[in-house]
Each structure stands twice: as C-alpha cells, then as structure tokens.
C-alpha cells in the first residue's frame, strides 16, 4: 500500500513522502495563488477547480485559504466561508450543501500518536526527518453553520 493509500485510509503513514510532498506544495501554491486575488478576478474560478476538483455549484470561498492537500476535500453546492478557512485534508473531508464557515475556522483530520515516544520526530537513513501521523475523515452534512 502506498503512503497515500495508507493516508486515506486512516493508517499510520509517512508525510516525508514524495508523492505526498508534491501533492501538498501543488496545493499550497493554488491556496496561495487564490488568496492573493480580488474576489472578482475570473482566474479564482480556475484555481479552485484545480485545488478542490470536486465541489458543487455557487460556493464561494474568501481568501485566504489554506488546503494541506485540497483533492481530498469535497465541497457541496451553495457553501461560503469567511476569512482564513485551514482545511488539513490527510483523510477526506466532505462538506455537504449549503455549509456556511465563519472567519478563521480549522478542519483538521490529522491525529498524532498520544505517547510522546511515538509521537516524536525521527530520523531515515538518509537524514529525512518525519514523523509518524495518521487522520480520521471529517463529515460535514448540509446546513450547517461552523463559527
């Protein structure tokens, strides 16, 4: 099983991963791109399709906003959020219609081992560091208001 499969999965996984890098930099690049443009700039459309590929119709995010991977959130129909939404997406995120987020709300899915022993930093072969992490996937059903 690969890192990623392990990541979604809900297992134990390695985030110095390269598969997994590349993911997270591609979404930290689109969040920063959309965040640095005015509402009305048409190229927002563009990034957010690329950053969350699967959403519904007439939802808007102001910015700035932060996805940790993006292509693991899905996002229903009619959903806003205000200022700083995070988003850290290591297990899938859905987001039912018509969800509205107020200013400077988290979804988090990580979840670090509680033992320090585990939960540490730690060192490959190669002088990689990384650390050892795992998520639950995170349900927002529709008509919810998260302040």
Not at 4 to 16: E, F, H, N
């Amino acid at each position: 099983m690969t890192e990623k499969g392990k990541m979604l999965a809900g297992k134990i996984y390695d985030s110095s991963d390269k598969e997994l890098a590349e993911l997270r930099t591609k979404a930290h690049k689109l969040s920063q791109q959309y965040s640095s443009l005015y509402e009305d700039d048409e190229r927002r459309k563009a990034i957010l399709d690329e950053l969350l590929p699967d959403h519904g119709e007439g939802f808007f995010l102001q910015g700035p906003v932060y996805f940790d991977y993006g292509v693991f959130t899905k996002f229903g129909s009619g959903c806003y959020a205000n200022f700083n939404l995070t988003v850290l997406d290591t297990c899938p995120v859905t987001i039912g219609d018509n969800v509205f987020f107020g200013p400077n709300c988290t979804i988090a899915t990580p979840v670090h081992p509680f033992r320090w022993q585990e939960r540490n930093m730690k060192k490959k072969s190669d002088g990689t560091v990384y650390d050892d992490e795992y998520g639950k996937p995170i349900t927002i059903h529709s008509n919810c208001w998260i302040a």
